[in-house]
């Protein structure tokens, strides 16, 4: 029955990992001033939208009022000076970034990132997760109790990465999940009764 449930589970999570990943992010110049971008997403969502230098000075922000599938915009870039930018767009679980050099008037994407956020599961005293690592960075999972670090586990750089965490050994009270990588930070709570 315990097989069952976990191959029932796994099939849950690879439904909702394979019903993320919608979000495309295409960046082209249209002329040598204009930039256009493309968003889309399966579904109808709410974007938000932020450009940043290279130092990390945010230059833009947008954040859509009414969910959409698909949005179209142009940016004059004419006004940037010639340097390295980074352009994100994210929903609500989904963030795509987009590294580009822009020289005179001309843009070179340079790297694009894409990441989904974690998915955790509370059942009583045991938590699964499961996240899709997109950029096969090294994962670590952290457990505290208020500032106090209780455990530390690496969990790799596997494209797929699923744990359970049995919590039976700990006391009642509240905790915090983090799950990292190279670049992102993920906090989840966990209430112990």
Known sequence: MKTLLTGIFAMLITSVALASGNLKVNLATNDSE???VEISNAE????EIELFDE????LYEMNTQAPRSE?????DFSNLEDGVYWYHVRTDNEEVSKKFSLSYGEIEVMDIRKTIDPYFHQDGEN?????LNYEK????????DNRTLLKKVKLGNDLA???GLDLSQLNRGEYKIVLTNDFDIYEHR???N
């Open 34 to 36: 204009l930039a256009v």
């Open 44 to 47: 109808m969502v709410n974007y």
């Open 55 to 58: 130092v990390g000075n945010k």
């Open 71 to 75: 949005l179209k915009k142009r940016y």
């Open 127 to 131: 938590v699964k997760l499961s996240y």
């Open 137 to 144: 960075e090294n994962v670590s999972l952290y457990i505290y």
């Open 161 to 163: 990465i699923h744990k």
């Open 190 to 192: 966990v209430v112990i």
